[in-house]
Nanobody
Framework: QVQLVESGGGSVQAGGSLRLACTIS????????MAWFRQAPGKEREGVAA???????GYQDSVKGRFTISKDSATNTLYLQMNSLKPEDTAMYYC????????????????????WGQGTQVTVSS
């Protein structure tokens, strides 16, 4: 069973930075897609950034140029570096993974993922 545990959330002022980490039990090699999602109160869960098995990445338009997704296979950790944070980035952030076939057409769809972490809160104040 794959388990995902997020860390690194917190409260920052607008313009600040945070780095989220997601430790994944088991090998990355079995994950076709891994991604970060976020969900603000009263809103649907949305994909923020994703990475395919062989390294291709994708970003939601609103975070391009500010967020960077990366993975460390040696430590089985997925990261999300978030710079120039804005109040509208405030949300619960979740990491997700799937072993199923995955392409960029699907990696921002929550139903694509079989494994989810419990989330870490990010709050950005103006």
């Amino acid at each position: 069973q794959v388990q995902l545990v997020e860390s690194g959330g917190g409260s920052v002022q607008a313009g600040g930075s945070l780095r989220l980490a997601c430790t994944i039990s088991g090998s990355f090699a079995s994950s076709a897609c891994m991604a970060w999602f976020r969900q603000a109160p009263g809103k649907e869960r949305e994909g923020v950034a994703a990475v395919l098995k062989y390294g291709g990445t994708g970003y939601q338009d609103s975070v391009k140029g500010r967020f960077t997704i990366s993975k460390d296979s040696a430590t089985n950790t997925l990261y999300l570096q978030m710079n120039s944070l804005k109040p509208e980035d405030t949300a619960m952030y979740y990491c997700a993974a799937t072993r199923a076939y995955c392409t960029d057409a699907y990696y921002f769809r929550p139903v694509t993922y079989h494994y989810w972490g419990q989330g870490t809160q990010v709050t950005v104040s103006s």
